[in-house]
């Protein structure tokens, strides 16, 4: 049975195309506003959305953007308006809008707009995720301007501080619609003009300069040579030094030109309350294209990602990061990431010791609740340490044996069976 989610601010508009589509033995589903949709998309994946486009808190095209940006358009959306414009009807399809109903919707173009959409068996192109699926966190936004601006006046963008799959993030933010785009890192053999004519007007894209053999550094100055006479754009990317790759021995010319323009990818420094949004776009967009099982970040998880140590260190970041959700999900054996998985895949010189990590939700609760938990565990872990014996774990953590008892009791440390001798 097909799953129909139905968005509209309207109660009565809700209440009828349900009463219809059940009719019709579809499991219908209903949000009210774009926050709840996105709930249920998630959670529901469901087969179809029928989507208004005027909503009081984020209005229907909006959303389909921010679906679109983030490469969860795996399912045909159907927009719907009163108000209804050629000018919005193209805009939603150039997004990725399946169709387009206009209110009040007829009974029978209704139906068989559903029919058409569930029947629809062109594979649904899922598109690459970009920054735009990013856009509520405004130093993100801020950055994807300047990526923007930076582009519109040089055909070459170095991107200093990412590298693979966050690079392409970026690189496909600058990407214009059905424009060509063409990895350089993908082309072994010799670049041809002819190749470089089939991406005409389109990106030329570089994920890594550090792993570019000699040819493809050949290719790379062939393309800068060209780029105004063909129309194209140089995206490329790198989290290893220039100074580096010179002594690795690069063209010190062609390094010169690809570093005339750069944008360095924002520090993930004090934005720790943001880690956890960004981790779960990662992972969305992850599962909706397949490359990894289904999964969803738990609670406690989401809480260890926002106090990594990273956070506080510009070099590493957005890479990290994309590398750590990815290995999360590939690894995980529960379909909920958990805190100790978090712990499990974090390397050790980013984010420390297991066991320091098991203390990272402590930092979310207030002071008080914070120090008795630590406390707790602080006793129980001498506790099994010394074997139950009192008189070892009053030595340990120096308090007097009176108030040593009253402060295990108050934290409701269960003493088990013990032993008084030393």
């Not at 968005?7 to 949000?31: C, H, K, Q």
């Not at 063409?182 to 041809?192: I, K, M, P, Q, R």
Request: charged share 25%; glycine share 6%.
């Amino acid at each position: 049975m097909a799953i129909i989610l139905v968005v509209d601010d309207e109660v009565g508009i809700r209440e009828l195309l349900s009463e219809i589509l059940i009719d019709e033995g579809y499991d219908v589903r209903l949000a009210e506003n774009a926050g709840t949709a996105r709930l249920a998309r998630n959670e529901l994946r469901p087969d179809l959305v029928l989507l208004d486009i005027w909503m009081p808190d984020t209005d229907g095209i909006t959303l389909l953007k921010e679906w679109h940006a983030a490469g969860q358009l795996n399912m045909p959306v159907v927009m719907m308006s009163g108000h209804g414009t050629i000018d919005t009807a193209v805009e939603a399809t150039r997004f990725g809008a399946f169709d387009f109903l206009e209110k009040p919707i007829a009974l029978q173009k209704l139906l068989s707009t559903v029919q058409k959409a569930l029947k629809h068996d062109k594979p649904l192109v899922r598109p690459a995720l970009t920054l735009e699926a990013f856009s509520r966190l405004m130093f993100v936004k801020e950055f994807k301007r300047r990526l923007e601006q930076a582009l519109a006046k040089s055909p070459i963008l170095l991107l200093k501080g990412a590298s693979g799959g966050m690079a392409e993030i970026c690189a496909r933010t600058l990407q214009p619609p059905r424009a060509p785009w063409l990895d350089l890192s993908g082309v072994s053999s010799a670049l041809t003009q002819e190749m470089l004519e089939k991406a005409t007007g389109g990106i030329l894209f570089v994920p890594d300069m550090a792993g570019l053999g000699k040819m493809q550094q050949m290719n790379l100055a062939f393309a800068v040579d060209r780029l105004e006479k063909l129309n194209l754009q140089l995206i490329v990317a790198t989290a290893t030094p220039l100074a580096t790759l010179g002594e690795a021995g690069w063209d010190s010319k062609l390094l010169a030109r690809l570093s005339e323009i750069w944008v360095a990818m924002p520090s993930l420094v004090g934005h720790g309350d943001e880690l956890p949004e960004i981790a779960g776009l990662l992972l969305t967009n992850f599962v909706e294209r397949g490359e990894v099982p289904p999964q969803r970040l738990s609670t406690a998880a989401l809480n260890a990602l926002r106090t990594l140590p990273w956070k506080h260190s510009p070099e590493s970041g957005w890479s990290d990061l994309y590398a750590l959700v990815r290995n999360l999900a590939l690894t995980a054996l529960e379909d909920e990431i958990s805190a100790e998985d978090v712990a499990r895949v974090m390397p050790q010189e980013v984010g420390g010791s297991p066991e320091m990590l098991s203390l990272l939700p402590l930092f979310d609760q207030p002071l008080r609740e914070a120090r008795d938990a630590f406390e707790k565990m602080y006793f129980e872990h001498h506790l099994r340490l010394e074997g139950g014996n009192m008189t070892k774990l009053a030595e340990r953590s120096g308090l007097e044996r009176t108030h040593l008892y009253r402060k295990l009791k108050q934290l409701d440390v269960k003493l088990g069976k013990r032993s008084e001798e030393p």
